[in-house]
Structures are given as C-alpha cells and as structure tokens.
C-alpha cells in the first residue's frame, strides 16, 4: 500500500511524509478514523514509507526490497495485532496464528470494519477481542533489533477492542518503548480507548473520504458514472461500504425501495406479503443494507419537507422520487416512520425472523400514508 493509492487526503500524506522526512517520529501515534474510511491503509502506506530504501519527497518507490515485502504484508520488522475469536478455520488463540488469513483479507481490500474480518476468520456471530496475552507478547516480537528497516513497526488494529488487562500491557511498553520501535495504533471508535494510552500517543486524525473521492476510487475500478455517483451518496464517506456496494446490484435497491413505498402507500396488502417473503430470503447484510437505504431517503424527505432541499446530496433519481414522496406523508409521519425503521433494524441485528419484522414495518408505514 502506497499513499498513491488512496485516494484524496493529501493533507494527511503530507503531515505524515514530513514527519519522516524530519526525523520527527512520534514512537506511539493513533490513526484515529471513521469505520470504513482510511485508517488502516493510511497507516500501511506510512509504515511503507518509513522503510522504503529509495524514498521519494511523495511517496515510497514501491520497488526496493522493503517495499516489495511490505506490498506482501511480510515485511520482517513490520508486526501486526488485531483482534481475534474463536474460529472454524484457525486454531490459535494470538494473531500471529492468523496471519496468512489476514494478509489476504488486507491485500484484498485494505477499507476494511471489524465484522468483515470476523466472518473473513468464519467466527460465527462472536465477537474480536485482543487479549492480555497477547498484549503481553509484544516485548517478545520486539525484542530483537530490526532485521533490515531503520525501525521496527508494529500496527494494532483496532485498538479500541482491548480490554483493561490489555489496555494496561500495553500502556507500559508505550511507557518504556524498545529503541528503534513505532507503534501505530489505529481505531475507528477512539472514545473507547484508555485516556491514559491516548495521552502516551501522537492522535492523526483521518476523516471520512468526501463523495468526489469515493466516486473517483470507483470509476478506478471500473464502476459506471452514474453508480458511483449514488454509492457514494449512500455510502456518507465509508469506503468499507462503498466496495461492499458495488458487489450488489444497485440499480435492485432503488426499485426496490420504490415498490415497497408504491405499495405502502396503496396499502397493498397481498404485494406487502410477497415482499416480505422476498425479504425474509436475504443475506442479513442485506437486510440491514435496505433499511439503511430507507432510513436515509426518509431523512432526505425530512430536509425536503423542512424546507431545505439545497442541503440535499442525493443523486437525481433519487431527488425525484424524494420530492414527490414528500408530499404524501406529513413531517410528524416522517419521523415516526425513521423511528420505526430504527426498531426494525434492531430486531435484524438480533436475529428476529426477517419476514415478520418486515411485514410489521411495512404494515405500520402503511398505515402513516394512510393517515395524511
């Protein structure tokens, strides 16, 4: 990974370039970033760049030795933590057990958030977590001086996971750190870390990339105009979601949140059924993935209701369908109608039975356009 090839954040790269260039190294810093935005691919394309041996005023050559191994994540003094559980796949109870997992779900896509790379591992439904014992191993990793870099570096990913045992393991390397040694701690829930570690780093806050960024990211891989334009309306700056995007057919969303208000809205009782059959079939991704999708249009109506369409960031196709909904259903409905969508989405994070949570937000949405 390389800071060309992310996209945008250019004050960001040159912060971090600068520091290297002036041998003004934090040796704790925190990627403190948004879920789905920058940070972990930030923090590859800076430990990238420390070691480079032919570095550039831009960015690392990405052809030297160092670069070679770090664009295979198998540099020798470039270390990983991340969280953990237990796994069909891997019996091991540290990261370094899951290595070979881990590179190739990095060098896939390196926008990636937690439950991606829990079902990545096959963890069944149970959640990360970064031990004591693992916390406590990082003095053996680093114990030894760098192999072939100026530093070693070791990465935690989602550092806001540890617990307090962990947290305070690694509070006291943080404290007394090994010569020659960077720590990068990288976190898209900064609040939940220890206010003590936080204090023992330099924080580089990364924000979420903006519409333009996403959209440009994305005709790079060859997604059309117009669907990049709507991924990254829908999107709100998550890379992470944006790529998951582009897997699904788009164009099916929209047509599909078209149907289920026309038929709302009609009270179409019997298309409502088949509806929530069609949804009661879906990945649970893609449930919640739908909801979200609502949730945000319905906002939308909110803002346009209210007077305020110039804030509006929704593409065309969508613009309309918001405009001539709006006025179907009064500003008090509207809320009430995100609030249901809110409890539904709750109940599918909690393995309620899809069919009967969709036909019972549906019947009730129904019910509000009944009721202008």
Not at 207 to 217: H, L, Q, R, S, V
Not at 235 to 248: I, P, R, S, T, W
Not at 332 to 350: C, F, K, P, Q, W
Request: aromatic letters at 10%.
């Amino acid at each position: 990974m390389l800071f060309r090839d992310i996209p945008g954040l250019d004050h960001i790269k040159s912060t971090l370039r600068r520091s290297v260039r002036n041998s003004h190294l934090a040796h704790a810093q925190l990627f403190d970033y948004s879920a789905g935005g920058a940070g972990l691919a930030m923090a590859l394309a800076f430990s990238t760049y420390i070691n480079c041996e032919n570095r550039g005023e831009e960015d690392a050559c990405g052809t030297c030795a160092s670069c070679v191994k770090m664009g295979k994540l198998a540099h020798p003094d470039f270390h990983f933590i991340f969280p953990i559980a237990t796994s069909k796949k891997v019996d091991g109870k540290t990261s370094e057990a899951f290595l070979p997992l881990w590179r190739s779900f990095l060098l896939e896509n390196p926008y990636r958030v937690l439950p991606d790379w829990l079902d990545h591992i096959g963890a069944d439904n149970k959640q990360g977590n970064i031990s004591v014992e693992e916390a406590r191993g990082i003095l053996r990793k680093l114990s030894v001086k760098a192999y072939e870099g100026e530093y070693k570096i070791l990465l935690i990913w989602k550092a806001d996971i540890m617990n307090a045992a962990s947290s305070n393991a690694i509070l006291k390397i943080l404290e007394e750190p090994p010569e020659k040694t960077l720590f990068i701690l990288v976190s898209d829930q900064s609040d939940k870390l220890l206010t003590t570690i936080i204090s023992r780093t330099q924080r580089i806050t990364i924000p979420a990339f903006t519409d333009p960024e996403i959209k440009a990211y994305l005709k790079q891989q060859d997604v059309t105009d117009a669907a990049a334009s709507q991924i990254a309306y829908l999107c709100d700056g998550n890379m992470a979601e944006a790529l998951k995007l582009v897997q699904e057919e788009q164009d099916d969303r929209s047509a599909w949140f078209a149907d289920w208000m026309r038929s709302s809205y009609k009270f179409d009782v019997a298309h409502l059924v088949k509806l929530a059959d069609s949804y009661d079939v879906m990945s649970k991704e893609k449930q919640k993935g739908l909801l979200e999708y609502a949730l945000r249009l319905f906002r939308d109506m909110l803002v346009w209701s209210h007077g305020a369409g110039e804030l509006l960031r929704v593409p065309q196709e969508e613009l309309t369908f918001v405009q001539n909904f709006s006025k179907t259903v009064n500003f008090d409905s509207l809320e009430r109608m995100i609030g249901e969508v809110n409890t539904a989405y709750y109940h599918i994070e909690r393995n309620v039975r899809a069919k009967m949570v969709f036909l019972d937000l549906s019947l009730t949405v129904a019910q509000f356009f009944q009721r202008r």
